[in-house]
């Protein structure tokens, strides 16, 4: 068989990720695996059409695709994301149509699901069969059960190719309507006081519904607000290289736009409203590539008590796993993500009232300081990089560290709690006594309660 590997790492074969794509080349020798580092070239291939027919070809000659990707800010890198994009805008979609593929990555396991969905859906959009995905913690080829399910899933991939096998489709075909926003008159305008609004989009025509809703929310308000182009700001892509890690200094610093517009713009805002259009199942690569170089922090949340929401052209509903990506992000930046305005539903008026609520939900929230309770995606979430960070990651991430002892983050272990140790080492083992066990049992949830009653009966209006 003759599987092509695509590369989603920008660090080409000196990734993690090719490490894993090595043992299964080592495993299956009667195999030849092509390894093509899409990623890393992605420059090349957007501006030497020949060169991207080249890859496209071996794509065509192949048996099978093999999409191989470390993980960048909860989805794949913007590279990756936008040779995915060419695909499409330079109709090749056929190579693909039909050939089975699937995907490996290598991470922490911090939503590493939500990039495996998006790998997925694309497979899915370009009528291909897709098999099965492997995620991969960065060190886990170095466990014996790791390389024993590695080879599985290599083996596993192989039959089904061999045998023809039967996949299922996950995701349903995107359906965008055709809809013409057209805003009506502007309302009066919320004061915004001394509230910092910063509007950041990647929209170059203001008569799309994108650029009409951002200048229909911009409208809303009356006082300064920033509004910024990302397309006219020079960004580069994430290198992976990790030079951040020790001071948060970017590669990039003083080379590019992003790290003054990030630091001066973006982390001093009170309201952050995002604006971009679906490509995909995504926002555009250069919206990825925006969220890559967020990575100048490393793993330390900058965005907390800002009050934060996104304008979206495109049927957004139809994709949850972008949704949950923005979610995440943004309650594990310690934000209050106040939701989404899409003009994928609803008549033009019906838009205006939405945006007209966000403004002043934004400006009432960012008054009060409101921050609503963590679900499971940014507590999960924030616990996995407070592990990480306070075990084997910390010799590599030491400003990550040195951020979460000043955030307070590692007072959140059980053991960093007095409380909780001295009820776990003196009260569990008598509570835990059977006779006492089935008296408590009987009590236990009236006890639950009973806090909280007497909390809630001595409050005040």
């Not at 090595?22 to 093509?36: A, D």
């Not at 990707?69 to 330079?90: A, C, D, M, Q």
């Not at 291909?128 to 390389?147: G, I, T, Y």
């Not at 170089?293 to 949850?320: D, M, W």
Request: one cysteine or more; aromatic letters at 12%; a neutral charge.
């Amino acid at each position: 068989m003759k599987i092509i590997v695509l590369n989603g790492s920008p660090k080409g074969d000196v990734s993690v990720t090719m490490q894993y794509v090595g043992y299964l080349q080592k495993v299956m020798p009667e195999h030849e695996f092509q390894i093509t580092n899409v990623a890393l070239q992605v420059k090349r291939l957007e501006n030497d059409k020949e060169a991207f027919a080249a890859v496209i070809e071996k794509v065509r000659q192949s048996d099978a695709v093999l999409w191989a990707f470390p993980l960048y800010v909860l989805v794949v890198h913007g590279n990756y994301k936008r040779f995915i994009e060419l695909i499409s805008e330079r109709g090749v979609r056929d190579a693909f149509t039909g050939k089975y593929a699937a995907a490996l990555s290598t991470s922490i396991h911090f939503f590493d699901h939500t990039s495996h969905n998006y790998i997925h859906a694309i497979c899915d959009d370009l009528e291909m069969r897709f098999v099965d995905s492997f995620s991969a913690d960065m060190n886990d080829l170095f466990k014996p059960e790791c390389r024993e399910q590695l080879t599985h899933f290599g083996r596993q991939f192989l039959h089904a190719i061999e045998t023809k096998g039967a996949t299922p489709r996950r995701y349903p075909a995107l359906q965008p309507r055709e809809f013409v926003y057209e805003p009506g008159n502007k309302s009066a305008g919320l004061p915004v006081g001394d509230k910092k609004i910063v509007i950041v989009h990647d929209e170059d025509d203001p008569h799309s519904n994108l650029g009409k809703m951002i200048a229909r929310f911009r409208n809303r308000l009356d006082g300064n607000i920033d509004e910024i182009n990302i397309r006219q700001l020079k960004i580069n892509g994430c290198l992976g290289c990790l030079q951040c890690s020790s001071k948060n200094e970017c590669f990039y610093t003083g080379k590019d736009d992003y790290i003054e517009f990030y630091r001066s713009t973006v982390m001093t805002a009170d309201i952050l409203i995002y604006a971009g259009r679906m490509v995909d199942r995504w926002l555009s690569s250069r919206w990825k590539t925006y969220f890559d170089r967020i990575f100048c922090n490393s793993h330390t949340p900058v965005l907390q008590n800002k009050q934060v929401a996104l304008l979206v052209s495109g049927p957004y509903s139809q994709e949850q796993n972008i949704e949950e990506t923005v979610r995440g992000f943004f309650q594990f930046q310690g934000a209050n993500y106040l939701g989404y305005v899409s003009d994928e539903f609803g008549t033009s008026s019906e838009i205006d009232a939405l945006l007209d609520r966000l403004a002043a939900s934004a400006l009432e929230s960012a008054e009060n300081r409101y921050l609503r309770p963590q679900t499971f995606l940014g507590e999960g979430g924030m616990k996995i990089f407070r592990d990480e960070m306070y075990g084997r990651l910390r010799t590599v991430f030491m400003a990550d560290h040195q951020a979460y002892k000043r955030l307070g983050i590692y007072k959140t272990f059980p053991q960093n709690q007095f409380g909780i140790m001295m009820l776990n080492f003196f009260v569990a083992p008598l509570v835990n006594l059977a006779p006492i066990r089935k008296k408590f049992d009987s009590m236990m949830i009236e006890q639950m309660v009973q806090p909280l009653k007497k909390l809630v009966e001595q409050s005040k209006l």
